[in-house]
């Protein structure tokens, strides 16, 4: 798992913060940031199949927003990404696995 983090950490330019993942069995992933501490800590609460199952549900609820804007723009030739209406209808759409993840968190 550190070898992921450290891509991610480059990729993302996320640069200067702890990152530990404590295993915990669950349905779907959490995060908490530690801000005061220094570097800052972010602890991730998930097992493989919580993280899988969240990316999952990302890439998934992506591409129904493509599909939700193309139905109400079929018109539109741009970069859907960039498009507000877009990026409206994806935030709406991530809402769930944000809802799914408190009940299971909180």
Aim: proline letters at 5%; glycine letters at 2%.
């Amino acid at each position: 798992m550190k070898s992921h983090i450290d891509q991610i950490l480059d990729d993302l330019d996320l640069e200067g913060f702890e990152i530990q993942v404590r295993n915990k069995r669950c349905k779907y992933p959490t995060a908490n940031i530690y801000p005061n501490m220094n570097p800052p800590l972010i602890v991730i609460e998930a097992n493989k199949p919580s993280l899988i199952r969240y990316a999952l549900a990302n890439l998934l609820l992506h591409e129904q927003a493509h599909h939700k804007f193309h139905q109400k723009y079929s018109k539109y030739n741009g970069d859907h990404h960039s498009a507000r209406e877009f990026q409206r209808i994806e935030r709406e759409l991530f809402q769930q696995v944000d809802r799914l993840i408190v009940e299971e968190h909180d």
